[in-house]
């Protein structure tokens, strides 16, 4: 039986620059899958070869059982949404309107969207008492959950996050993260997340894999890359 999603042999350039060199993953249904690595490694690249939005020189990506197309938008329509890295929300649109925005190529019923418009308002609550707002002038923990919001408006197969914790006080990143957790256990979710901030990431992974300057050269579950002394002292800073 096919994986859900798998990753074979993918190879990606910056110009002369390698930025991804054979890497191969799968991600299980149901699963959390956290990629983790130090600056410049490669976790944008992969999480953007695979949305689409960025090209592939070579190898492929399998999603439940189809070879994806390559562009951004035709892997949204097959139900992979992207949390970009730095949220990119739409700033002058409202609250509400950044929301919708990602369910124009929907073709389910309204009634449908509004099941999810509601799920995403109970998620975060903080989001409903500023429908109206300008989303430019949420705060950076405000600004992330609207995009996590934005992402699952499209009523993703797959979730990806870029960095979510980027530039978010501790007590913020817990949150969310926390979010994260009850996203996969209530509904669900099959997330991806590639992070640098490894304690977290692994934390919430059912598996893991670590990449380093463009190549896979780890993988476990979350809890043994978490126990495994040379992760804890390379990544955890634990020494
Ligand atoms: P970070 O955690 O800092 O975001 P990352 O692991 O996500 O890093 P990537 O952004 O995927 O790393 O970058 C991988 C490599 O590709 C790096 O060497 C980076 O300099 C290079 N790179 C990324 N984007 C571009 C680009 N648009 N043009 C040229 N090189 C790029």
Do not use: W
């Not at 993703?156 to 993260?177: N, Q, R």
């Not at 495994?228 to 955890?236: A, F, G, M």
């Amino acid at each position: 039986m096919s994986k859900f999603l798998e990753v074979d042999s993918l190879n990606v350039y910056y110009g002369g620059i390698h930025a991804l060199q054979d890497v191969s993953l799968y991600i299980d249904e149901g699963e959390i899958v956290s990629v983790v690595g130090a600056n410049g490694a490669g976790k944008s690249t992969l999480l953007r070869a695979i949305a689409g939005d960025k090209a592939i020189k070579s190898g492929t990506v399998t999603f439940c059982g189809e070879r994806l197309p390559h562009t951004a938008y035709e892997t949204m329509a097959k139900g992979i949404s992207l949390v970009p890295e730095g949220r990119r929300i739409f700033p002058n649109l409202t609250v509400k309107e950044n929301l919708i925005v990602s369910t124009f190529s929907r073709k389910d019923p309204k009634e449908s969207i509004e099941r999810d418009f509601e799920e995403v308002l109970a998620l975060f609550p903080r989001l409903r008492e500023r429908l109206k707002q300008r989303g430019g002038t949420l705060s950076g923990g405000e600004q992330q959950m609207l995009a996590v919001g934005r992402a699952l408006m499209a009523h993703p197969k797959l979730l990806c996050m870029d960095e979510p914790s980027l530039g978010l006080a501790p007590i913020i990143v817990d949150e969310l993260f926390e979010k994260i957790l009850q996203l996969n256990r209530e509904r669900g979710q099959t997330i991806m997340i590639v992070e640098q901030n490894a304690f977290l990431a692994l934390e919430v992974a059912n598996r893991a894999y670590v990449i380093k300057t463009g190549s896979i050269t780890r993988e476990g579950t979350g809890a043994a890359l978490l126990n495994d002394p040379s992760i804890q002292q390379e990544y955890l800073g634990i020494q």
